[in-house]
T-cell receptor, first 117, second 115 residues
């Protein structure tokens, strides 16, 4: 069964510093991986997705993630943090693709990112 | 294009009551999934509907049910509410086309409080 582990429930960085949020997955088949962001009192917004087309995936708001099969990782990075990046970030893996249809998402526990001025 | 909408946004119910939450997917999206988000358990999958049929179900008791209408709108119902059902309920819609799982677009959620 697929699973996702996010290392670090809280990460704090200074404005302008590198953001690195860690995600490791477990999957018996080639995974479909996603990063979502959640601002307070809002739903989830898709940042980026990996579907085996390219190992380095660029998303919105300057975020990107690199798929590393050997490390079973899909870490999220951003070169320079902004105050507006403060939110909770979720890594997710899609359940097994059955018949080309939509599977459910299995989420990590989330990482809250704080950005200090 | 309008996003996923959920109504109501906030709801307060008493133990033992039942509740119905509504979700309107993005136009053209035929798959609707529901998730429960709590501080303790995180985000957990409830069920997925496609073409008015429940296609996948998470590990929740039978008190949680749902349905989908011919216009793809979906409702979920929770009967005999318990305090532990207090949560943010998120609806997500997605396209269903060949080529594997596609991204899900989430609504703002319904915050249910059970007293």
């Amino acid at each position: 069964a697929q699973s996702v582990t996010q290392l670090g429930s809280h990460v704090s960085v200074s404005e302008g510093a590198l953001v690195l949020l860690r995600c490791n997955y477990s999957s018996s088949v080639p995974p479909y991986l996603f990063w979502y962001v959640q601002y307070p009192n809002q739903g989830l917004q898709l940042l980026l997705k990996y579907t085996s087309a390219a190992t380095l995936v660029k998303g919105i708001n300057g975020f990107e993630a690199e798929f590393k099969k050997s490390e079973t990782s899909f870490h999220l990075t951003k070169p320079s943090a902004h105050m507006s990046d403060a939110a909770e970030y979720f890594c997710a893996v899609s359940d097994i693709d059955y018949g080309g249809s939509q599977g459910n998402l299995i989420f990590g526990k989330g990482t809250k990112l704080s950005v200090k001025p | 294009k309008a996003g996923v909408t959920q109504t109501p946004r906030y709801l307060i119910k008493t133990r033992g009551q039942q509740v119905t939450l509504s979700c309107s997917p993005i136009s053209g999206h035929r798959s609707v999934s529901w998730y429960q988000q709590t501080p303790g358990q995180g985000l957990q999958f409830l069920f997925e509907y496609f073409s008015e049929t429940q296609r996948n179900k998470g590990n929740f008791p039978g008190r949680f049910s749902g349905r989908q209408f011919s216009n793809s709108r979906s409702e979920m119902n929770v009967s005999t509410l318990e305090l532990g059902d207090s949560a943010l309920y998120l609806c997500a819609s997605s396209l269903v086309i060949a080529g594997g799982p596609h991204e899900q677009y989430f609504g703002p959620g319904t915050r249910l409080t059970v007293t």
